[in-house]
């Protein structure tokens, strides 16, 4: 029995290797083009609701506009779970929120606490 000439181990071993990586590149670049999304949207609810919190007529700023249809679109088109725990933050920020003028402290401490629970989210 022959056992071949190295030559032909190394070609079979590169055809392994070529045959693995067409069959997980697919699936290890969609993953990371969701985890992409799933940050991006935590980072525009937490950078939009910083925005937010010194503001003194909050109904009436973009942000605030931004933020609640940001929350409603993505919510509503959203298909990646870690991006609907990060919207379903965001949307009790904008609860939190509702239609007051300027928060109060307790509102601002209760905003706060969500930002840090959003920016703990493992995604």
Same mark, same amino acid.
């Given at each position: 029995?022959? !056992? ?16 693995? !990586? ?48 940001? !929350? ?52």
């Amino acid at each position: 029995m022959e !056992v071949g000439s190295l030559a032909e181990w190394v070609e079979g071993g590169a055809e392994i290797l070529a045959v693995s !990586v067409a069959l997980f590149l697919p699936y290890y670049q969609t993953r990371k083009n969701t985890r992409a999304k799933a940050r991006r949207v935590k980072q525009v609810i937490i950078a939009t609701t910083r925005e937010l919190l010194d503001s003194s007529d909050i109904p009436n700023t973009n942000e605030y506009r931004e933020l609640t249809l940001f !929350v409603s679109f993505y919510g509503a088109l959203g298909t990646n779970d870690n991006a609907l725990k990060a919207i379903e933050i965001g949307n009790n920020i904008v609860d939190i929120i509702d239609s007051d003028k300027q928060l109060s402290e307790s509102k601002k401490h209760q905003v706060k606490m969500k930002i840090h629970e959003l920016k703990n989210l493992r995604i």
